[in-house]
């Protein structure tokens, strides 16, 4: 069988179960809308869209409200434009109002923190506003594909700064906990980066938009393993396609106490 084109996402669902990765990749079986899936969506776009405001009316005196407001303005255009996913999920509106506002804190943190960084260059007196917001500018939502490895994925921002490179994803997770499956992904990333520029990035990390941005060195053992993974997953795929041959791996991700895997009705894997 042809390798697939895998992602850091598929071969994280390939390593947490098989049977799952199976029935999502393999029988392409639809998945089910959840509000965590649809806010993180809605708050990548703000993130992504934040950097193409017009900031050719800031200066020194407003540039902090200006910037505040547009957030707020974007978190609300965008929630708009997400309505009718938000309404697949069916939720009350009670707790629709909680996840807004939810998101406007993430947002807001996200906010205080480009301001800092803002401010610090700012305080140089060397540059413009216009100029400091073109130079905070990440490259955004940026495919990175492997023919070589068969893989591909899309890095929500890439800084480039002081000829360092630093990879940044954003998450809305729970925890801010930098745990091995977001390793891999970010070392996917780092193989990815390389082939395409012919340097390991300098940082690759995660912003958790509840907490803050945690950074840490990529290196060649981040690159070593994520070939050692990718390898793995294609060795598997491409020998069979049969369901049996894809293991279903019990755990409490299958059923917990707010939701269950979006295949456990069709799997019952407790029988
Ligand atoms: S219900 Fe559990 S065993 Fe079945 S596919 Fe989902 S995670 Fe795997």
Known sequence: MAKRVESPSSINT?????????????????????????????????????????????????????????????????????????????????KLKFYFEES???????YNYFIQEFKKLLSTKQKTIQEIFHELTPIREEEYR????????????????????????YKTNARSEIKESIILQLSIYSLLYQEK???????????????????????????????????????HTTLTEEKGDYKKNITPLCKWRTGQCDFYDICKPRG
């Open 146 to 169: 492997s023919e070589q490895h068969s893989v591909r994925g899309f890095i929500d921002a890439i800084k480039l700064n002081k000829g360092e490179a630093h990879i940044i994803d």
């Open 197 to 235: 520029h012919g340097k390991i990035p300098e940082q690759v990390g995660i912003f958790f938009l509840r907490d803050k941005l945690k950074m840490l060195p990529s290196n060649e053992e981040m690159i070593k393993n994520a070939k050692f993974e990718i390898e793995a997953i294609h060795s």
């Open 14 to 94: 390939f390593k947490q179960c098989q049977r799952k990765y199976y029935f999502q990749y393999i029988e392409k079986l639809p998945t089910k809308k959840n509000i965590h899936l649809v806010r993180g969506n809605i708050v990548h776009s703000v993130l992504e869209d934040f950097y193409d405001i017009d900031v050719s009316k800031f200066d020194e005196d407003d540039y902090q409200i200006k910037f505040r407001a547009a957030i707020q303005q974007l978190l609300v255009h965008q929630w708009k434009k997400y309505q009718s996913n938000l309404s697949e999920v069916n939720m009350s509106e009670d």
């Open 104 to 110: 406007m804190m993430m947002c807001i943190n996200w």
